[in-house]
């Protein structure tokens, strides 16, 4: 069992940044993929950005690439969203999950096994 705590998120200026982190409260999660979604009023929950455990590899959202940054640090047990150049439409309830099985990074929400409570960012115009 694995949980997840996220933090950070908040009220920012577009043009802005933010960095969440998500604290991993847990074991054996050495193999886990660690992810971040994010979900906006009305909308279906999206994938932001992935990062292996082991290995570092990451993957983020091709539209989010040259705003958003994901790492990891291991001493900590943190996984972090570092977001710049924010924009209103970036405003969304952020979420920390966990692949268990995958061996590749995945970007659909059904293949997360656990996940945090979300934090909020809203991104004012």
């Known amino acids: 069992q694995v949980q997840l705590v996220e933090s950070g998120g908040g009220l920012v200026q577009a043009g802005g940044s933010l960095r969440l982190s998500c604290a991993i409260d847990?074991?054996?999660?050495?193999?886990?993929?660690m992810g971040w979604f994010r979900q906006a009023p009305g909308k279906e929950r999206e994938f932001v950005a992935a990062?292996?455990?082991?290995?570092?590899?990451?993957n983020v959202a091709y539209s989010l690439k040259d705003r958003f940054t994901i790492s990891k640090d291991n001493a900590k047990n943190a996984v972090y969203l570092q977001m710049n150049s924010l924009k209103p439409e970036d405003t969304a309830v952020y979420y920390c999950?966990?692949?268990?099985?995958?061996?590749?990074?995945?970007?659909?929400?059904?293949?997360?096994?656990?996940w945090g409570l979300g934090t909020q960012v809203t991104v004012s115009s």
């Open positions: 847990g074991r054996a999660f050495s193999t886990y993929i």
């Open positions: 990062i292996r455990w082991s290995g570092g590899n990451t």
């Open positions: 999950a966990a692949d268990r099985y995958s061996s590749n990074i995945v970007i659909i929400t059904t293949a997360y096994d656990f």
